[in-house]
C-alpha cells in the first residue's frame, strides 16, 4: 500500500455532492486518512487520480454520463497501484461479481451505514476483498454448488445490456438511453435484441415490465 507521509490518501467519485460531502467527513475523522479529491464523473476522476495519485478510490456505479463499471475498468487498466471499492445504492447481488471482475477490491451498499464504509477500507487497506457477510455467503453457496441457481436473470446480460436494462425500466425512451450511453440510438436497438433473447422476452414492452419489475424488486424502484 502506498504512503503519503503515513496518511492513506482517498478519492470520492460521486455524482451527488451531499453523499461526497457526508462520506468526505466521514473519512476526515479518523487520524490516519485523508481525502484528496473529489469528483463527480469519469473524465474527472481519471485526471484526478493522474494528478493527485491517491491510494484508494471509492467508485459510485451510476455516475454523472457514465457508468461507473467502466470507470474501474480503468481504473484497473491505466492505474493498477490504485485500490477502488464499489460504493452504490444497487443490488449486491447483481453488481459486487461485476466490480470485482473490474477490478473493484470491495463492494458495499450506500444503505449499510457510514461505520461499514470505514469497515469497508480498512478490510481493504489490510490486502483483503470486502463483501457483506450476506454476499460472501452466497459467494461459497455458489462456488459448492457450482453454478448460480437462484441467481437473477439479469446475471446473463453484460455489463452494458444491463445498464441499457435498468435505464429501460426507468421509463427512459431510445434517444434518451442512446444520450446516456453515449451510443446511436440504434445500437440501443441492437442490446434490446440481445437482451429479449438472453431473457426470453418478444416486444419491447416486455423488456420494460421486466425491468420495471426487477428494479422494484430489488428495491431500486420507488
Not at 453515449?182 to 429479449?196: D, F, N
Request: with cysteine.
Amino acid at each position: 500500500m502506498a504512503t503519503h507521509k503515513g496518511t492513506t490518501r482517498l478519492m470520492i467519485v460521486d455524482d451527488h455532492p451531499l453523499v461526497r460531502s457526508g462520506i468526505r467527513a466521514l473519512i476526515q475523522m479518523e487520524d490516519d486518512l485523508d481525502v484528496c479529491g473529489e469528483a463527480e464523473d469519469q473524465a474527472g476522476a481519471l485526471a484526478l487520480i493522474a494528478s493527485e495519485q491517491p491510494d484508494l478510490v471509492l467508485v459510485d456505479i451510476s455516475l454523472k454520463n457514465s457508468n461507473g463499471l467502466n470507470l474501474l475498468r480503468d481504473i484497473a487498466q491505466d492505474h493498477p497501484e490504485v485500490m477502488t471499492i464499489a460504493v452504490s445504492m444497487h443490488d449486491e447481488y447483481t453488481y459486487a461479481f461485476r466490480c470485482l471482475k473490474a477490478g473493484a477490491k470491495g463492494y458495499i451498499m450506500k444503505q449499510e451505514g457510514t461505520e461499514k464504509i470505514l469497515e469497508a477500507i480498512r478490510c481493504v487497506l489490510d490486502g483483503r476483498t470486502y463483501l457483506s457477510p450476506a454476499m460472501t455467503q452466497n459467494a461459497v453457496e455458489q462456488l459448492g454448488q457450482g453454478n448460480a441457481a437462484g441467481a437473477s436473470p439479469v446475471e446473463v446480460l453484460s455489463n452494458r445490456e444491463l445498464e441499457l436494462f435498468q435505464l429501460t425500466g426507468q421509463g427512459k425512451e431510445i434517444a434518451e438511453i442512446a444520450a446516456i450511453m453515449q451510443i446511436s440510438p440504434r445500437t440501443v436497438e441492437v442490446h434490446r435484441s440481445h437482451i429479449k433473447k438472453k431473457l426470453g422476452l418478444r416486444t419491447s414492452t416486455d423488456i420494460f415490465q421486466a425491468a420495471y419489475e426487477w428494479l422494484r424488486t430489488s428495491g431500486l424502484q420507488p
